[in-house]
């Protein structure tokens, strides 16, 4: 006799019911009652924690930013297409995460560590909430170690130190990504791990970025984290925190790392457009009353820490985007007296072609020479003082007159150190280098040089070190020094390197 289908699933179904375990489960639930712009109002979730991830029914996600008696603001970290009101809410008692660990290095993924390159699932350690507190004052060390940038007007007059916050400041298209790509660029060679870090840049512009470091040859011990300006808003808001919480899962190993947050300026416009979307009480400008606190928090930690934790460092270069100029301006002056120290891009020196466009006279890094590697800070010696003068005395003689002797002496020095500082963008100097062209500066070898062929002396330095001052250039690699002897022939390879531009009597 065949066998019924019908009583075989009422038989099957009956012994499921008689295995299970009956009981009740207690869930959060909430119901949204407004959407739109990438935040979501929500009512019924009482116990929520602030930063709370949220669970939308149809598989959206969101963390909660404002707290109020009766709702909750949650900020989305997806698309709201899919989001309507009614739909139900759901806390789930834990804060935004991301990945962290060595699984993340060569990889280009967002601020949740979703890969975006194509290269599969990533491989993490584990996983580290993107707000954590900053090191206390005892668990850290002294800035003294330098961090070289490659770049030559930056590691001469603004030296960096591991550990230390330097702000890049400057209007529009002057060049701060390139002069934070190039420090990055520069750490080949080095033991730092680089975090590049995009907020709401355009597509375009990360592309770049992106292909500027795969060319450098590091793109291997380099993070990427994108937030593009067509990514959520919740994205671009976390973005900066979850860059910091990769680059301190190295520094807490007692590794050194580099992080580039690109850049502050639209990571406020954002958290002022998430603060009004939510009725926070506007202040300045429209921005909320804690916008100088969330750079604060984030940027303090940044730290050297001390030997008893492994000795560790995690170096900040912020990038903030100034309108005409304008360094008193809300945001620029908020991260000026967070950081520990600016270089300041100037939109006319940029125009006029030097490049870097560092305004000398405006940047600074209030922990200077500290951290400058000692050979270079003899060689540089007074570089920056005869370089000021040079550009004050420039001024003068623009209404006319002969200058003597002297003043025309220190003009023509002053063109040499200008046209020293000048460098194309990503080509890193390394200390050698830095080094050499800093001798042939202030040992005036290239006084007898024209201005115009400057340049092609300076692009030609590494090249003529390598051929007849390579055991040098490896000494100073090594061991960031320099006898007598050894400098006695550098300065000669440089001499007769510096003849060849000299214009014959």
Not at 386 to 397: H, I, N
Not at 412 to 426: F, M, P, S, V, Y
Not at 484 to 497: F, I
Request: glycine fraction near 10%; charged fraction near 20%; include cysteine.
């Amino acid at each position: 006799m065949p066998r019924d289908p019908e009583t075989d699933w009422l038989s099957a179904a009956q012994q499921t019911l008689d295995t299970m375990t009956l009981s009740p489960r207690a869930a959060h639930r909430g119901r949204v009652e407004e959407i739109g712009d990438g935040v979501a109002m929500i009512s019924g979730l009482r116990d929520v924690g602030l930063d709370e991830v949220l669970h939308f029914s149809g598989g959206q996600t969101g963390f909660a930013r404002v707290l109020d008696p009766d709702q909750i603001g949650c900020v989305l970290l997806d698309g709201t297409t899919q989001v309507e009101a009614g739909d139900a809410v759901y806390g789930t008692g834990t804060v935004v995460d991301v990945p962290v660990g060595a699984g993340l290095l060569g990889r280009i993924v967002d601020p949740l560590g979703r890969p975006l390159d194509g290269k599969g699932a990533i491989t993490a350690d584990t996983r580290m909430p993107i707000e954590r507190a900053a090191p206390a004052i005892i668990d850290r060390d002294l800035v003294t170690e330098p961090v070289q940038t490659g770049v030559v007007v930056v590691d001469t007059l603004f030296p960096l130190g591991r550990g230390q916050r330097e702000l890049i400041v400057g209007d529009h298209s002057t060049g701060k990504t390139t002069l934070a790509i190039d420090a990055i660029m520069a750490q080949a060679h080095s033991d730092m791990i680089c975090v590049y870090v995009a907020i709401g840049q355009k597509s375009s512009s990360v592309r770049r970025a992106i292909t500027a470091l795969q060319t450098a040859g590091n793109f291997d011990r380099c993070i990427v984290v994108v937030a593009s300006a067509a990514s959520a808003p919740g994205l671009q808001w976390i973005a900066p925190y979850a860059g910091m919480t990769m680059a301190e899962h190295f520094r807490d190993a007692g590794q050194h790392a580099l992080i580039v947050i690109d850049d502050l300026s639209k990571h406020a416009a954002t958290h002022r457009e998430i603060a009004l979307l939510t009725r926070q009480s506007p202040g300045r400008e429209a921005y909320p009353g804690d916008v100088f606190y969330i750079h604060a928090r984030l940027l303090e930690r940044a730290a050297k820490l001390s030997a008893a934790l492994g000795g560790g460092s995690l170096t900040a270069l912020p990038i903030a985007e100034t309108v005409a100029g304008n360094l008193s301006d809300y945001i620029p002056t908020n991260l000026i007296s967070i950081t520990d120290g600016q270089i300041v891009l100037d939109a006319a020196l940029f125009h006029q072609g030097q490049k870097p466009a560092v305004d000398a006279g405006l940047s600074v890094s209030r922990v200077g020479g500290k951290t400058q590697a000692k050979l270079l800070r003899t060689a540089a010696g007074t570089l920056r003082l005869d370089y000021a003068q040079f550009l004050e005395l420039e001024v003068f003689t623009r209404f006319g007159g002969m200058p003597d002797g002297r003043v025309r002496s220190q003009l023509t020095r002053g063109a040499r150190i200008r046209e020293a500082l000048r460098q194309d963008q990503h080509t890193p100097f390394r200390l050698a280098d830095e080094v050499a062209l800093m001798m042939a500066v202030q040992a005036g070898l290239l006084d007898a040089v024209p201005t115009s062929a400057v340049a092609a002396f300076r692009a030609g330095v590494p090249a003529r070190l390598d051929q007849q001052a390579a055991a040098q250039v490896q000494t100073i690699t090594d061991t960031s020094t320099l006898d007598d002897t050894g400098h006695a022939h550098l300065l000669d390879v440089l001499n007769a390197y510096a003849e060849t531009f000299a214009v014959q009597p």
